[in-house]
């Protein structure tokens, strides 16, 4: 079992930029692969980004490729979401999640999720 806590959400103006927090608690593996999914008011999830838990490989998807950046700290069982230059269209709830496949960009590929963390943008 994995459990997930996103943190650091909150409003922030339009061109501002936000750092997200995942705390990962229980067993990972080392082709594990944490990601970022953003679920805005009446779409679905969306895949963001997502990291390799051993060797911190990265993969965004195209929308936030240069604004956002993820990390992780082994040593907090940490993974970060830093986001520069927000527009409105990034609003919505933003959920960590955990992963099994280094490849994996799907919702369905993610059996471990957080409770999410409101990012709202203002313009």
């Known amino acids: 079992q994995v459990q997930l806590v996103e943190s650091g959400g909150g409003l922030v103006q339009a061109g501002g930029s936000l750092t997200l927090s995942c705390s990962v608690s229980?067993?990972?593996?080392?082709?594990?692969?944490m990601g970022w999914f953003r679920q805005a008011p009446g779409k679905g999830r969306e895949f963001l980004a997502r990291i390799k838990w051993t060797g911190g490989i990265q993969y965004y998807a195209d929308p936030v490729k240069g604004r956002f950046t993820i990390s992780r700290d082994h040593a907090k069982n940490m993974v970060n979401l830093q986001m520069n230059s927000l527009n409105a269209d990034d609003t919505g709830v933003y959920y960590c999640?955990?992963?099994?496949?280094?490849?994996?960009?799907?919702?369905?590929?993610?059996?471990?999720w957080g409770q999410g963390t409101q990012v709202t943008v203002s313009s």
């Open positions: 229980g067993s990972t593996f080392s082709d594990g692969v």
């Open positions: 999640a955990y992963a099994r496949g280094v490849t994996a960009t799907e919702t369905y590929e993610f059996p471990y």
